[in-house]
């Protein structure tokens, strides 16, 4: 990600925070729509607590994003741990998918091509630490 990237994506989630519940609402729908597959892997979720935990685990990558060091190993331990929840790795482009769709949603006339180019290099990077992470462990798909 270039700096100017990074600036984009610190200052468009900070248009997103005050509707984060809002918007993580908007994002689960929009992921069991579009790959019903990940449904069951929710059912016995607390989904306002989940809302909770993604838009904070997003908070605090993005408040990393000028040192992503400190933070791989953290999102390595996540990667695995998403083995274990059944997620595969087809599961991160829907993901990454419905995370777009809901940031335009959100910030409407300010989605951009490049705010959007700037999310997909962070998305990117942040899901590509996960999945490789995942191929480690044993039996992952
Ligand atoms: C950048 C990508 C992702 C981030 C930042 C992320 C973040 C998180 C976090 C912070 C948790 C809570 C972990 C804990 O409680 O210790 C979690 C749980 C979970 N995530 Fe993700 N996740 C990502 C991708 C995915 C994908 C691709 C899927 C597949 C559909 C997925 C499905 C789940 C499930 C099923 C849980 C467990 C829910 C439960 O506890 O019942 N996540 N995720």
Do not use: C
């Amino acid at each position: 990600m270039t700096p100017d990237q990074k600036a984009l994506v610190k200052t468009t989630w900070s248009l997103v925070v005050p509707i984060a519940d809002t918007a993580a609402t908007l994002f689960y729908g929009r992921l069991f729509e579009i790959d019903p597959s990940t449904r069951p892997m929710f059912k016995s979720t607390d989904m306002p607590e989940q809302r909770k935990k993604l838009m904070q685990a997003l908070a605090t990558v993005i408040a990393g994003l000028d040192n992503l060091a400190p933070l791989i190993p953290v999102l390595e331990t996540l990667g695995r741990k998403h083995v274990a929840y059944g997620v595969l790795d087809k599961h991160y482009d829907s993901v990454g998918t419905a995370l777009l769709w809901t940031l335009e949603q959100g910030l409407q006339t300010a989605w951009t091509p490049p705010v959007q180019d700037a999310w997909i290099a962070a998305y990117t990077a942040v899901a590509g630490v996960m999945r490789n992470a995942a191929k480690t462990v044993p039996n992952a798909a």
